[in-house]
């Protein structure tokens, strides 16, 4: 604290009136230390050094100028202040735009798509694993960011999440945002569909949407439904093996209404199935149908 108060005064008295040279080091070593990169991160330990160094020439350049001396007139308090405040900008933008910084680069997409009754595994930059189900499109980066794993589905997809507590991977379908550090689990979410279906098989998942901090936190044989009209959700215990098994040929019903089972059965086939009993839409069925 005493500290700041000293270079407080010294400060003022930098553009006030005339400091000692003292005082203009303190300043120079103050502002030397400052983070101006704006959450760059240097290349290496080496980088960071040159930067300060060529804080400090441009401070001494810009102190120990002579021959441009002024008479100093009396102004209010605020406009030495704004004047110091103008020379820092000037300063860390000339030092800014002439430092190297690390080599950035522009996420670039690519897209996965599936037709009625194909399916296809993708393998992802960070190693993850994509098992991508019939009808469906998969939205990812070719390479990953430094901060985020960040993908895009619609349709139904099993994810076997690569671990990385430093990179958090998401989902993104719909409404609904799917943030894992590393696990497994599977997602439903057809524009047909009135539900978007999350399962859990491994690790925990955290289930949020947009516009709202709610958060649903989801563990191994936890299951999301999330109604898209009405925004409700509900949590229920299930085996995730029942909504998985489409991955070992198997497509497993478990009191279902019978319109839903005839949309999966169509994008299973690449058929088209007409209910022309209206009652019969809202029949439940139990049914496990082997690729038959």
């Not at 100028?65 to 002024?70: W, Y």
């Not at 405040?85 to 997409?109: D, E």
């Not at 690569?162 to 409404?175: D, S």
Request: overall charge positive; glycine content about 6%.
């Amino acid at each position: 604290m005493q500290h700041r108060k000293k270079l407080t005064a010294s400060f003022r008295r930098l553009f006030v009136k005339n400091s000692d040279p003292r005082e203009k080091q303190r300043f120079a070593q103050w502002f030397a230390s400052l983070d101006l990169s704006g959450g760059q991160i240097f290349a290496n330990l080496q980088e960071e050094l040159n930067t300060k160094n060529r804080i400090a020439q441009h401070l001494h350049a810009h102190f120990s100028a002579e021959g441009h001396q002024t008479p100093l007139r009396k102004w209010p308090l605020w406009r030495p202040m704004a004047a110091a405040a103008a020379v820092l900008v000037i300063i860390a933008g000339s030092i800014w735009l002439s430092t190297p910084t690390k080599r950035q680069y522009q996420l670039v997409f690519e897209e996965t798509l599936t037709h009625a009754g194909e399916r296809k595994i993708i393998t992802l930059s960070d190693g993850s694993i994509v098992s991508l189900n019939n009808d469906s499109q998969l939205k990812y980066p070719r390479r990953f960011g430094d901060t985020l794993r960040e993908v895009y589905l619609e349709g139904e997809a099993f994810f076997e999440v690569a671990k990385n507590k430093q990179k958090p991977f998401v989902v993104r379908t719909g409404k609904l945002n799917i943030r894992v550090l590393g696990t497994s689990f599977n997602v439903r979410h057809y524009h047909a569909d009135k539900n978007v279906n999350v399962v859990v098989a491994s690790g925990k998942v955290g289930v949020g949407t947009r516009g709202s901090r709610i958060t649903w936190v989801l563990s191994p044989g936890s299951q999301l439904l999330y109604n898209k009209l009405t925004g409700d959700a509900a949590q229920n215990i299930v085996d995730p093996l029942d909504y998985t098994g489409w991955q070992r040929e198997e497509l497993i019903f478990r009191d279902e209404r019978l319109e839903d089972i005839c949309k999966r059965l169509e994008r299973w086939y690449d058929v088209k199935i007409s209910i022309h009993t209206a009652k019969l839409k809202d029949k439940r069925i139990s049914l496990k149908q082997q690729n038959e």
